[in-house]
Structures are given as structure tokens and as C-alpha cells.
């Protein structure tokens, strides 16, 4: 990249953003499993994700400032992954920190031991395959709809149209009644 022209770095920048796009609008979950350490444009990829996981040992850093870049592609997704207060000190500063401070800025969704990594995983797939599929990608296609926007009259009839959509919908309706009656749904039934 340093001897990329500005023409070389803007295409290589954008094949990063599209990736990154890719994983954030992916119809299906999509969990992060930290395993080591994130530096740089590997935060953006934890970051891209639904949800993320990360062995208690993994060392978290937005490198970039060291090396006098800034982390501009992967700012729309860290900044949505940590929150805004936490980016300023990070991006600014690119101080390292450890798995217990990316959980307590929200930055991964759990911290464990590096022998529970497998289970922690197993559990959220458990999780997340128990549910409607649909339900699922309206869900993640519904939470990057509402976040961050005014709750305005446009917002709620469109979470008024989703609902009735999903109530209206096969799998909304085999839901609820699988509900009444006591049984599991037909996603589940097999």
C-alpha cells in the first residue's frame, strides 16, 4: 500500500469495504470467534458480525494511528460495534486492550476461556438455529433499519408494516399456532 497511488489505494480500500458490507448484510447471522488477537482491519471484520465471541486472552487494537493512517473503512462498523465514545479513545490513541474492556464497551458479546470457546460456540448456533429462519434475517434486516434513526412517523409504519408482514407470513402463522398447541414448530419438528 505505501507505494500504491491514491487510484490504487481507493480500489483496494473499496474491495475491504465491500467485504465488510458483504458480512454486515449477509440475510444470515454471522458470529465472530476471536481466537487470537484483532489489530487493524481485523477489528472491522469482528465488528461486520452480528455477534461476536472472544477468547479471554485476545488483545483488541485500531493500530492505525501508529503507522499514520486512520481506520476509515472499518469506522462505520467499529464505530457501530463499541460505540462512539469508546471509538474517540481508540482510534486516537491505539492503545491495546484486552477481551474484558472489547466486552465491557460491547465491542464482543462474551469473553471466556479458550477451552470454552467451542461450547460458547455451539451454544449461540444452538440459539440462534432454534429460532424461524425468516424471523431471523427480517430480524437483522429489521435492527439495521431502525438503529440509529429518529423515531419518526416514516420509522413506526414501517415497523407497523414489518410486524403485519410477519404475523401475515407461513412461518409467522406456523409460529404462533405451533405456540397454542403445545408443540415445536415445523423448523424444529424434524
Avoid at 460491547?106 to 429462519?133: S, Y
Wanted: glycine share 8%; with cysteine; proline share 3%.
Amino acid at each position: 500500500m505505501a507505494d500504491y497511488t491514491r487510484d490504487e489505494n481507493r480500489a483496494d480500500a473499496g474491495q475491504l469495504a465491500g467485504m465488510l458490507q458483504a458480512i454486515y448484510t449477509c440475510p444470515k447471522p454471522t458470529v465472530a470467534r476471536v481466537q487470537g488477537d484483532v489489530y487493524a482491519g481485523g477489528m472491522g471484520l469482528v465488528a461486520a458480525c452480528d455477534m461476536a465471541v472472544a477468547v479471554d486472552t485476545a488483545q483488541f487494537c485500531l493500530s492505525e494511528a501508529k503507522l499514520g493512517l486512520a481506520p476509515a473503512t472499518i469506522s462505520p462498523y467499529v464505530v457501530r460495534a463499541m460505540g462512539a465514545r469508546a471509538a474517540h479513545r481508540y482510534f486516537l490513541t491505539a492503545e491495546r486492550f484486552g477481551a474484558a474492556e472489547a466486552l465491557r464497551i460491547g465491542f464482543v458479546h462474551e469473553g471466556v476461556a479458550a477451552d470454552a470457546l467451542d461450547e460458547k460456540m455451539d451454544e449461540l448456533l444452538k440459539a440462534l438455529t432454534a429460532n424461524g429462519p425468516d424471523a431471523v434475517r427480517v430480524g437483522k434486516a429489521l435492527l439495521q433499519d431502525v438503529a440509529g434513526k429518529d423515531i419518526d412517523a416514516a420509522l413506526i409504519a414501517r415497523t407497523v408494516d414489518c410486524i403485519a408482514d410477519v404475523r401475515a407470513s407461513a412461518e409467522g402463522k406456523e409460529g404462533v399456532q405451533s405456540f397454542l398447541q403445545k408443540r415445536k414448530p415445523s423448523w424444529l419438528a424434524s
